[in-house]
Structure formats: structure tokens, C-alpha cells
């Protein structure tokens, strides 16, 4: 019996090497924009999720990350390198004169004629600018709950809370780690016609049908706090916000789940548990905490595991009845390392209540 890990190694490997002598063959052939619009249809077939174009003394590193890790694909001579970065930043809308300054960019689909759109950075270094491109997910795949990795204890907490009429639904954990998958697989659950749907992101990341999708744009000083105080007066039902990256959006967001609209956002955060610590250090009063805050999950779903039929440890904290953190009884798991567990109601004087119940 073949090694899985082995396989799959392998069969990067090959698709590595194969794209590695395609674009080598075309360097010397075609110019930066045919080179730049093969690798990002190559990159797509791979189910890249970054490319990275890495300036270096002698050139210009190209690796793409396929399954979290970064492989090499090409090395382009110093002459091709400031085409291609370039190229890449004018099909972005970014500013090609100014390389001394860290810019974003977005590169929609109907530029590329798929249905996936690019987020574009840029930097300066010691050898010259820096390109990262992160590809958007492809909106077919991994758009369920049930495709998450999710048990069924675990399905039955989740949709008895996404379901809710308002509250807070987030969800944490580090780059990568499938935030924003999530968030849509939930908005998903809630997608019906006859509620209203409405998401605040930067930049878009899925089309959805039936959902009204709002893209910020920080140039015009049009960004989360300013869509989100316009949308809470468009009488919606649920709001998802793509992240909650300052104290005032996040006082939004609080006050929004208190006043009947579910909120759907993602949190960097290390843990469920972290999520609090995190609202806190905004200097959101615990008893908004307890009152807006449903549940909060951190999944480790990805394309990885759903083809290695592995399922990712989850966590999911829910705002119970009850005082203190404690288990709640499911059927054992052999693959998840990490308990499920429910939060109590955040008080307002929660070090006075907790000492005093310890001292008893």
C-alpha cells in the first residue's frame, strides 16, 4: 500500500516541474503580459492560494503556495522584473510609479474572464518591490457546513446558533486557517428570500446570489465603520462583516447583535477562548460581550484535509447559561485533539463574581 503523504508529494512534484519548464520555455518567447496571464490560469488550475514574486540579487523568485506550503516554480532574469511587477500592478489599479511605499491592488474577474478575483500587495526590499498575490477560493468548493468538517453534535450547536434572530456569530483562528470559509458557509445556511443579506468586505471574496455584497474602498474613506453605519440603516436581517480589525467596528458590530440582526465576522484570534481577551483589548464592556456574543468557532478546514477525508480539530465556545467553562457531552472522537466547550454569560464585575465563587 503507497504512502498518502508520499502520493501527494509526488504528484506536486510533477505538476511543479511541468509548470517550471512551460513558463521557462516561454520567457525568452513572449512578453511580461502573456508570462503573468499563463501563471495566474496555472496557479488557478493548481489551486494555488498565493503567489509570491520575491525580488533576489540576481532576479525574480516565483512560488506559488499550494496546500499551505510555497514551491518554486520560475526564476526570471533582472531585466524581466520590473515588467512583470508592472504588469501586474496596472492590471491591479495600483500606482506603477511609486515603489517606495507598500500599496494594495485587486484584480476583479472580469479581468481575467473567471469568476475569481486576486488581492494584490506590494513593498519595497533591499533587492527591490515585492509581489504577493492571494486568490481568492473558488466559490464552488466547500460552500456547505456539512463539508467543513463538522460532526454531528457539532452541526446541531452550529445551526441552532447561526440560526438565531440576532447575536453575534464569529469566527477566529490565523491566516489561512478558513475564517472566511466558514463565514460563508454559514451565511449559506441563512440564505433565504425572505431575509435580508448584506456583507461588508475588502475585497469580495464569493458572489452569492440573493445577498447584497458591499465592497469597501479605504481611498475614498468609504471602509468597515462607514458601510456598516450605513447598512444598519438599510433594515437588514444579517450583516456579514470580512473582519473586524478595530475597536469601533467591533463596538458596531456589539451593538448591531443586540439590536435584532445576526452578525456573521471573522477574528484574528489564537482560539475561541481568545476571541474575549481580543474584545476586551477594544474596550468593549463585558456585559456587551455576554449580551452580543452567540458563539464563536475556529476551524481548520481546508482543501488539504477534505481530499485526505481528515478531519481538522475544531472549536467551538457558545455563550451558555450557565457559570465557568465546562464540557459538553458528545461522542468520543479519535481525531479531534481539541474539547468542545461553552462559555457562560460574561458578567460585568467578572473578577469580584469569580474570586467570590472560588473563595466558597
Known sequence: MSNPVVTKTGHVGVRQKALQEE??????VVGPGPLVDL??????????TDIHLDPVSDGLRVRLRVDGL??????LPAEMMSHVVSRIKLMAGMDITERRLAQDGHIANAVLQQQRDIRVGSGPTTHGERIVLRLMPD??????????GFDEDQMELVRRYVGASYGMILSVGPVGSGKSTTMYSCLQQLNSSTKSL????????????GVNQIQVDNRIEFGFVEALRGVLRQDPNVIMVGEIRDPETAHIGCRAGLTGVTVLSTLHANDTASTIDVFREFGIPPMFI???CN?????????RCARAAARPPIQIMLNATIWGLTRVPRKPSPWRREPVATLAS??????????SKSSV
Open 23 to 28: 513558463l521557462r520555455e516561454l520567457v525568452d
Open 39 to 48: 501563471l495566474l490560469e496555472r496557479a488557478f488550475q493548481l489551486k494555488a
Open 70 to 75: 510555497l514551491h518554486d516554480v520560475l526564476k
Open 139 to 148: 466559490q464552488t468548493t466547500m460552500t456547505r457546513l456539512e463539508e467543513l
Open 198 to 209: 448584506v456583507t461588508i468586505e475588502d475585497p469580495v471574496e464569493r458572489r452569492m446570489e
Open 290 to 292: 455576554a449580551d452580543s
Open 295 to 303: 458563539a464563536s468557532f475556529r476551524s481548520g478546514c481546508c482543501e
Open 346 to 355: 460574561i458578567p460585568v464585575t467578572w473578577d469580584a463574581r469569580a474570586s
